[in-house]
């Protein structure tokens, strides 16, 4: 069964700093891998997806890469602003067996906290 | 934009009632799913379609059923609500392969009392 284990669960930095959020899988054989932005008591926003024949994927301040061998993706956020606190997830998916998508694992996320 | 809506925000009910949660996404998707998020334990997938009329259990769908009449609209029911059902209950939508995006509506948490 996949497991999705994210560290640290929880992160303090000042405002500026560059930082690295990690994420590792049990099961290499996934089909995607998807960073998501979580805000108390809100729904999840897509942050980056990475297919598995990629190695990563950027959008403004953010890069995600991904090693399937090895278990690993990691999330790189540049210049940190304190709009950046939430929680961050990742989550891997296989293909179902029946032939359609199957759900996401999910880690249980890192608490971010940028301070000002 | 993808845009995935789920019916409440906020929803208390008492034990032993029916509980119906809506989920609506407008993008055409075919596959839907449902999730629960509880501290410590993060999201865990109770059920999803990847077509009208079909649903494929996930890791704990014990307490709960789903209905897919219409590709846009899937329903997560709770046939007794228990306490134990207290959660965030959360409906993300995919186009219909696996290596596409997950969108997610904003959640519905539930309290049973």
């Known amino acids: 069964k996949q497991e999705v284990t994210q560290i640290p669960a929880a992160l303090s930095v000042p405002e500026g700093e560059n930082l690295v959020l990690n994420c590792s899988f049990t099961d290499s054989a996934i089909y995607n891998l998807q960073w998501f932005r979580q805000d108390p008591g809100k729904g999840l926003t897509s942050l980056l997806l990475?297919?598995?024949?990629?190695r990563e994927q950027t959008s403004g301040r953010l890069n995600a890469s991904l090693d399937k061998s090895s278990g690993r993706s990691t999330l790189y956020i540049a210049a940190s602003q304190p709009g950046d606190s939430a929680t961050y997830l990742c989550a891997v998916s296989l293909l179902y067996s029946g032939g359609g998508a199957d759900g996401l694992t999910f880690g249980k996320g890192t608490h971010l906290i940028i301070q000002p | 934009d993808v845009k995935v809506t789920q019916s409440s925000r906020y929803l208390v009910k008492r034990t032993g009632e029916k509980v119906f949660l809506e989920c609506v996404q407008d993008?055409?998707?075919?596959?839907m799913f449902w999730y629960r998020q509880d501290p410590g334990l993060g999201l865990r997938l109770i059920y999803f379609s990847y077509d009208v009329k079909m649903k494929e259990k996930g890791d704990i769908p014990e307490g709960y059923s789903v209905s897919r009449e219409k590709k846009e609209r899937f329903s997560l029911i709770l046939e007794s609500a228990s306490t134990n059902q207290t959660s965030m209950y959360l409906c993300a939508s995919s186009l219909g392969q696996s290596n596409t995006e997950a969108f997610f509506g904003q959640g519905t948490r539930l309290t049973v009392v």
């Open positions: 993008m055409d998707h075919e596959n």
């Open positions: 990475i297919q598995s024949s990629q």
